[in-house]
C-alpha cells in the first residue's frame, strides 16, 4: 500500500513539472535528533517537504537550490570561523 502510494506521489510530481525541466534524486542527510526529520524546500511558488535520510525524487531547478543552499551555508561557516580567527577568539568545540 505504502509503495503504491509512493509511486503515485512520484507520478504526480513527474506530471507537475514544467516540460524541460528534468527530475532528478538527491539525498538529504539525517540531522540532529532535535531538528525536523524533513527538510522544507519552496521555489517558484511551489513547496516540498522531503525526508532526510533519504533519496527523493524532485525537479533539477529544486535539487540545484537546496545544493546551492547548503554550499552558502558552508560558506557562511567558514567566515565565522575567519572572523573568530581574526578577533582572537577561541574556536568551536
Excluded: C, H
Amino acid at each position: 500500500m505504502a509503495k503504491e502510494k509512493n509511486e503515485a506521489v512520484v507520478e504526480q510530481t513527474e506530471n507537475a513539472v514544467p516540460k524541460g525541466n528534468e527530475i532528478v534524486e538527491i539525498f538529504i542527510p539525517r540531522s540532529d535528533a532535535n531538528k525536523d526529520p524533513n527538510l522544507f524546500v519552496a521555489v517558484n511558488g511551489v513547496s516540498y517537504l522531503l525526508p532526510r535520510g533519504k533519496t527523493s525524487k524532485v525537479p533539477a531547478a529544486v535539487a540545484e537550490e537546496i545544493r546551492r543552499a547548503w554550499a552558502a551555508e558552508d560558506a557562511m561557516y567558514e567566515s565565522k570561523a575567519k572572523l573568530k580567527e581574526a578577533a582572537g577568539l577561541p574556536g568551536e568545540g
